[in-house]
């Protein structure tokens, strides 16, 4: 049934021509395997919002296309589908971007940089995005480094000392361990336990048993966020034995699917985007207002669909900017050229070089009914 779900998906944002009063967008992500959920998610608000503008009109007096492709979370399959995807769709762009390897093998493929293509928002912190090679590359959120010394600073601030951390086996998790080996310096805390998991693990019996062996005071959650919830699930130890973290990817209602309510209380969550059920900024009732009108019926208020919202709504502005005509290039200069930039009041900044655009950063806490407390 999920299959026929992404299927349909996928028939209904691609077409099969291309035309002038189009622009194309694409987005190639996980839609199948580990981060399916996430990729889901980001689709749909992606997808709401183009619809949303195109019923206004579009850009320019352009329609706005979104062409969607499932790479699977398989970094070989990446490049090959945007190169792809430029060459068969034109696309003018690439939004909703997920995962540390894919996003890596795309870099240094240099699709990007040969038919200067902007890929904005990519949900992944790591440091090695964000090095030569990858100006094309425009990040909407802290770096993991930056999630995880506000977890540490939390951790140390509680008394917190004895940490236990789980990770990816592969490049994500060798760039988690830097952060972590700076943090466990920075705050005086002792990492007493570091477990790997193979990517696309399904069993974490394993790993949970090692870490509740340990008996630290806080665990780390560093992986993607299937692990996160396949941890949880696995995780045996009575509540409040330690204090879990998990980055900002995570979300209650799958951990809570996973593990149940209960278990899950009091999980805290790094966050890069501002409450979603709080409209407290512009940015989140225009949000607020998609996932209540027609266009969002199945888009689920979550930061995870705040923040592709973010991602969007940024990339269509700037198609707005490329003026009547846009191409890639000229996307590309209009992102480049957003210094001191607000959307719907959230500050953005690519000015001078810069592709780390934002460095909001806050912890919620999973609270009652798998609700995120700020």
């Known amino acids: 049934m999920i299959k026929s779900v992404i299927a349909g998906m996928l028939a209904s944002t691609v077409l099969c021509s291309a035309s002038a009063e189009e622009v194309r967008i694409g987005f190639v992500n996980g839609l199948t395997g580990p981060i399916a959920e996430t990729a889901q998610d980001l689709v749909k608000v992606t997808g709401a919002y183009i619809d949303m503008i195109n019923s206004q009109g579009g850009v320019n007096g352009n329609k706005l296309v979104l062409v969607a492709k499932d790479d699977g979370y398989v970094p070989a399959k990446t490049a090959p589908l945007i190169e792809e995807i430029v060459q068969k769709d034109k696309v003018v762009a690439i939004v909703n971007s997920a995962g540390t390897a894919p996003t890596l093998s795309v870099i240094q493929s240099g699709v990007l940089s040969k038919h200067h293509l902007p890929l904005v928002g990519v949900f992944t912190g790591a440091e090695a995005l964000r090095g030569p090679g990858s100006a094309e590359v425009f990040h909407t959120r802290p770096t993991y480094q930056q999630e995880i010394r506000k977890i540490s600073n939390m951790a140390s601030t509680l008394g917190?000392?004895?940490?236990?951390?789980?990770?990816?086996?592969?490049?994500?998790?060798?760039?988690?361990?830097?952060?972590?080996?700076?943090?466990?310096?920075?705050?005086?805390?002792?990492?007493?336990?570091?477990?790997?998991?193979?990517?696309?693990?399904?069993?974490?019996?394993?790993?949970?048993?090692?870490?509740?062996?340990?008996?630290?005071?806080?665990?780390?959650?560093?992986?993607?966020?299937?692990?996160?919830?396949?941890?949880?699930?696995?995780?045996?130890?009575?509540?409040?034995?330690?204090?879990?973290?998990?980055?900002?990817?995570?979300?209650?209602?799958?951990?809570?699917?996973?593990?149940?309510?209960?278990?899950?209380?009091?999980?805290?969550?790094?966050?890069?985007?501002?409450n979603p059920n709080s409209a407290t900024t512009v940015l989140v009732k225009d949000f607020q207002s998609l996932v209540n009108n027609a266009f969002g019926k199945n888009v689920s208020p979550?930061?995870?669909?705040?923040?592709?919202?973010?991602?969007?709504?940024?990339?269509?502005?700037?198609?707005?900017?490329?003026?009547?005509?846009?191409?890639?290039?000229?996307?590309?200069?209009?992102?480049?050229?957003?210094?001191?930039?607000?959307?719907?009041?959230?500050?953005?900044?690519?000015?001078?070089?810069?592709?780390?655009?934002?460095?909001?950063?806050?912890?919620?806490?999973?609270?009652?009914?798998?609700r995120l407390q700020y």
Not at 322 to 346: I, N
């Open 160 to 274: 917190l000392q004895r940490v236990a951390v789980l990770y990816q086996d592969d490049a994500f998790g060798q760039g988690i361990l830097q952060s972590i080996d700076a943090s466990e310096k920075e705050f005086k805390l002792k990492v007493i336990s570091k477990v790997a998991y193979k990517a696309g693990a399904k069993d974490f019996a394993p790993e949970a048993k090692l870490i509740e062996a340990a008996k630290p005071q806080a665990i780390f959650l560093m992986g993607v966020p299937d692990s996160a919830y396949r941890f949880m699930k696995a995780y045996s130890a009575p509540v409040g034995a330690a204090q879990i973290y998990a980055l900002s990817f995570v979300t209650p209602k799958m951990l809570a699917s996973a593990a149940g309510e209960e278990k899950i209380r009091g999980i805290g969550i790094t966050q890069v985007v501002p």
């Open 302 to 370: 979550s930061s995870v669909t705040l923040e592709g919202y973010l991602n969007i709504r940024l990339l269509v502005e700037a198609i707005r900017m490329a003026g009547p005509h846009p191409t890639s290039e000229k996307v590309l200069q209009s992102l480049a050229s957003m210094q001191d930039y607000r959307v719907g009041g959230f500050p953005i900044d690519f000015g001078k070089g810069n592709r780390s655009g934002s460095s909001f950063l806050d912890i919620a806490v999973v609270g009652r009914n798998a």
